[in-house]
């Protein structure tokens, strides 16, 4: 009888074919950031093989530099990708959302809660920190929307902290590959009942989310209707 394959080995070419996509990318978006990942795992390499020549145990070492030459080189690979991600994405509608629904914390996203027809919109993140309001569009347009927002929820909130965030280029707006480190210093407010609970209270509320009015921009689509994730 053929033995079927365990879950491991079915995820190991998976990974690899991941690994070689994201590199593709990689490679397209900066030319010079794969020799980048490779000069720093050869480099970590060299490095711990000199000092185990000069304490005269390079029979360890020599292991030990390729491990850890493997994991400097996955390090820098990684942030390299994400960087690459960032500039893909910044500027199109919907670039805040991605980098919402990608990040670690136990943050509860929901797409568009708010929008209008020049696809200007706010999403809505409940996490530990209490609610973020993040919104993507011109500084002047955007403004509206987030108060209007806030205004909606914050009786469902009670004293649960509500900070806005405007995602952008404009004077006083966070660029899109800053949004997730300027998220992760927000202080730790609640427990994780009392978030489990703030949700319950913001998924009961009726969607603010509406077709507007007036003729859309052309080629333009209106986001889709709230879709809460959980990471």
Sequence with gaps: MSKKPTDGAQERPGRLKQIRMVAQVLRQADPKALPIVFASAIGTLVVVILIGM???????????????????GMIVFGQLAQRAQYKVIA???GAAA????????????TEAVSGNRNLDMVHRAV?????VLVSEGPRGRVGPL????????SRAAQQVPIYDVQVGDDE????????????????RNLTKGQVAELNDRLQALPRSMQMPKGPMPKGAKMPKGPKPKMR
Excluded at 60 to 69: C, E, N, Q, T
Excluded at 98 to 106: E, Q, S
Excluded at 127 to 131: E, F, L, S, T, Y
């Design 172 to 187: 006083g707006q966070i660029p899109v590959d800053k949004l997730q480190r300027h998220l992760m210093k927000l202080p």
């Design 98 to 109: 991605a980098i919402l629904k990608n990040m670690r914390g136990g943050w509860t996203v």
């Design 146 to 153: 987030l108060g209007a927002e806030k205004k909606r929820i």
């Design 54 to 72: 000069l304490i005269g145990q390079l029979w360890f070492f020599i292991p030990l530099g390729v491990l850890a030459a493997a994991a400097v």
């Design 127 to 131: 996490g530990r920190a209490g609610v």
């Design 91 to 93: 500027g199109q509608p």
